[in-house]
């Protein structure tokens, strides 16, 4: 299984082979509260705009709003690989996956959501 990141729609992917597409997305206020973290404030009209035009694209969209990074990426690896087990900080992988390991990696993702 392969997987891109980047900002690209599916046309600008055109001869690539077909897969899922998954819109990584968050609220348009929590959109400029990140920019403005970053220092990049000036930017948040335009991005707003952006994420307004790739809304409209009728992808499948993950609301990322209210979670950190780490968070974000658990979430999106535990919907490609539901065997996906979370590893603890500090805690060596002894290769095991349980069912509530898989549990957790689902849950960590406080009221995230995929539509679409």
Do not use: N
């Amino acid at each position: 299984m392969s997987s891109l990141l980047g900002v690209c729609t599916p046309r600008q992917l055109r001869g690539w082979p077909e897969g899922e597409w998954l819109l990584l997305d968050c609220a348009d206020a929590e959109r400029r509260t990140r920019l403005a973290r970053r220092g990049h404030a000036a930017a948040a009209k335009d991005a707003v705009a952006d994420a307004a035009a790739y809304r409209s694209l009728g992808l499948p969209i993950f609301d990322s709003s209210g979670l950190d990074p780490r968070e974000v990426a658990e979430s999106i690896v535990g919907m490609i690989d539901p065997a996906f087990t979370r590893i603890s900080p500090g805690k060596p992988d002894d290769g095991s996956r349980t069912a509530g390991a898989q549990t957790e990696a689902r849950s960590t993702a406080r009221g995230a959501r995929v539509t679409g």
